[in-house]
């Protein structure tokens, strides 16, 4: 074989590889969508082909999630526990990754190595005790509950990452604003925190879709559907009994995680790059 | 006038003080830390504690019994079941998570055309919620709508009118649960290769081809002892994430049929969650614990290589 269909095999090869995982990862997403736009007659015929509109399409399910189920609270719910959730990460993590990167030289890197291990500390090992911190709190049923704990876990990886991040920074710049008469914290607000807008804005992006992921806690904490957010609310809410609806339910799936899946995306990059290239496992 | 240039003094004292950087250098990693500590330290404390005794939602503090609840949870057949399917789970997913993943990485690592459509396709097991795209999952292998009995159908391999019921034979829902851990693992391990990936020196690749090396023998002598600290990583993660997950059983199968699927987790929240039994819930969560500890200090060496070759 000449060397240049050798290459044209591999070159088709790898085309057709990569075309078979892009159709494993994307087919659950692509069938919530086919699903959501299709008449009920048409769902439940098994004569029907499943991958075409054996019936013209319809937005009645999409209508029906937001007029007869609690799809669109639900929505609003996760978006303010998100927001919570990422201003309680943020008055916690910016000093903090300041306080490890700048002020505490050596150990300040193994700080912050042990600060992310406690990210790794699963909800699942710790969400019985926690049920009872929340009760205790009164916070049971309430989204409180989730923007108090949530931060269990956005916390010790943002401090981790934001740390990472102002390390990188040159020091110069703050040390010519102390120079000129700027103290430690004036330096920091004026000098740092402009240079940290990438890194701030990554950490609000992560806290806000990884909030927007959970489900252990939330399905713990919160058993009252109105104060569910969408990822406990769709699995456990939109179900009539044993009835399963999977027009609406593929609908409100569909739309309530292609957004959040687009958001990490944007940060997806900086979390593996931070502990392949530049942060602590470099 | 006195006292407000007196209050004013003791201000700028106080600021002078507290820009010191032994004082600042504390006072600003404290609330982090006092946080951690009150969050995730307190209830791991208290999760030991439960573990050792009686109690339920009706008395959350119980009396204490001694090692009565591990005694228990090791004679339940259900729990040994979720113990080992924990392991077998988590094991399976991640050799298959580690063969497609170097695959699918050796054929995304130079660009093409589209490449950015493609990785967002690609990661969208990683970075969409997984209890809803698990819902997705649960569609696909309906008992009697699924799409993939309606192929093997079209195919003559399911008699006509016949159903796999994946999630109704222990077998198959094994099977499905595997399946969607590799699904959601996938993509995160595959970018981690990647940035492995852009790291390695064009020069070597070049050398290897000038000395006659084809596509094996480079990935096997040259990239692969080049990837191998990255991969170290992604399968720390993967293995965490798999072996603490509940939610993928929890949607899928709820540990079903016969609770053949059921893992250390989903049975913690049936028992401590749904059956109120804080103390045995407490326990079998705590049976996650060893397997974390030996993978964090992995973390931990794997972090510390990183630090001495720096």
Known sequence: ?282 | MAVAQGIGAALSRGRTWLERDRVLAPTLLLPAVTYIVLLVGFPFLFALYLSWTDATTGNPFGRFIGLANFALVFQDPVASRALRNTFVFTLTAQVLVMVLSNVLALALRRPFRGRGAVMFLLLLPWVAPVSLSTIGWLWILHARFSVLDWALRGLGLLPPGANMFWLGRPDLAFGAVVAVHVWRMLPFATVVLLAGHSAIPQDFLDQAEVDGANLWQKYRHVMLPLLAPVAVVALLFGTIFTFTDMTVVYVLTRGGPFDTTQVLASLAFFKGIVGGNLSVGATISLLLFPVLLVAAVFVLRAARRAEVAW
């Open chain 1, 1 to 282: 074989m000449s060397s240049r269909a050798r290459r044209w095999l591999l070159a088709a090869g790898r085309v057709a590889l990569v075309g078979v995982f892009v159709v494993f990862a994307a087919f659950p997403f692509v069938w919530m969508g086919i699903t959501a736009f299709k008449q009920n007659s048409d769902l439940y015929n098994p004569q029907n082909n499943p991958f075409w509109f054996n019936e013209p399409p319809t937005l009645e399910h999409l209508q029906y999630a937001f007029t007869k189920t609690r799809f669109a609270r639900w929505v609003v719910n996760t978006a303010l526990v998100g927001v919570g959730v990422v201003i309680v990460t943020l008055l916690l993590t910016v000093p903090a990754a300041y306080s490890l990167a700048r002020l505490l030289g050596r150990w300040g890197e193994r700080a912050s190595i042990a600060i992310f291990l406690v990210y790794l500390v699963p909800p699942t090992l710790l969400f019985i005790p926690m049920s009872l911190v929340v009760t205790t709190l009164g916070l049971q049923n309430t989204l409180w509950s989730l923007i108090v704990v949530y931060p269990t876990i956005t916390v010790p990886l943002c401090t981790w990452l934001l740390s990472g991040f102002l390390r990188g920074l040159p020091r110069e710049l703050e040390e010519a604003a102390m120079v000129d008469g700027c103290t430690r914290l004036g330096a920091l607000g004026r000098v740092l925190l402009p240079l940290a807008v990438p890194g701030i804005v990554t950490v609000i992006i992560f806290s806000f879709t990884l909030s927007a992921q959970e489900f252990v806690y939330a399905l713990s904490f919160v058993t009252a559907t109105a104060q569910k957010t969408v990822s406990v609310g769709v699995p456990a809410d939109m179900v009539r009994g044993d009835i399963f609806d999977w027009g609406p339910l593929m609908a409100s799936a569909f739309l309530a995680s292609v957004p959040v899946a687009a958001l990490y995306y944007l940060v997806i990059e900086r979390f593996v790059g931070s502990f392949t290239l530049s942060g602590a496992f470099r």
